[in-house]
C-alpha cells in the first residue's frame, strides 16, 4: 500500500472585466479578459437569483484557454459543439427566469509529498481534470445541483 501526504486548498475566484467589475453572462468579453484569461483553468458558471443567492446550481468545467476560447463557446456555439449549445440554450432560458450567472475560476494550492503544484501546472491536462473532478465532487458534497454532465 502506498501512502500521500496530500493537501489541497481552494478559492472560487469572479472573473473579472478590466474595471473590477464581475463578468456576468452574457456580456461582452473585454480586451483585458482576453488578455488575462488566456490561460488554462478550471471555471465554474455559478447560477443564482437575486433574492436567493444561496441558490446552489452551476456548472463546472475544465479548458486549454478561458478567454476568450471557452467563454466564446457558451456565447456563439458554433453547429459542432453540442455542450456548448446545451448550456447556451440552458442558460438563456435561467435569464428569462430573472436568474444571473456568475463566472468563476478556481485558484489553487496543492501538494502531493514534496511536489507543489501551481496555477502554471493547469496547462497540464491529467492535473487540470483532477482538480475539475474534485471540484465537481466537492460541489456534489456541498448540495449543489450541476449541470455537468
Given at each position: 500500500?502506498?501512502?500521500f501526504n496530500v493537501k489541497l486548498k481552494?478559492?472560487?475566484k469572479p472573473v473579472l472585466l478590466s474595471d473590477g467589475t464581475e463578468y456576468m453572462y452574457p456580456g461582452t468579453l473585454t480586451p483585458?479578459?482576453?488578455k488575462r484569461y488566456r490561460c488554462p483553468a478550471v471555471y465554474r458558471w455559478n447560477i443564482y437569483a437575486e433574492v436567493a443567492e444561496d441558490l446552489k446550481l452551476a456548472y463546472i468545467g475544465e479548458t486549454v484557454c478561458l478567454c476568450p476560447g471557452r467563454i466564446a463557446g457558451y456565447l456563439k456555439p458554433g453547429p459542432r459543439q453540442q455542450t456548448n449549445?446545451?448550456?447556451n440554450g440552458i442558460f438563456k432560458d435561467f435569464?428569462?427566469?430573472?436568474m444571473k450567472i456568475r463566472l468563476e475560476r478556481v485558484i489553487t494550492d496543492c501538494s502531493v509529498d514534496k511536489f507543489a503544484f501551481s496555477e502554471t501546472d493547469l496547462k497540464d491536462s491529467c492535473f487540470r481534470r483532477t482538480i475539475e473532478h474534485l471540484m465537481v465532487t466537492?460541489?456534489?458534497r456541498n448540495g449543489f445541483e450541476l449541470l455537468t454532465v
Open positions: 500500500m502506498c501512502e481552494f478559492e472560487w483585458c479578459m482576453k449549445t446545451r448550456i435569464l428569462k427566469q430573472g466537492m460541489a456534489k
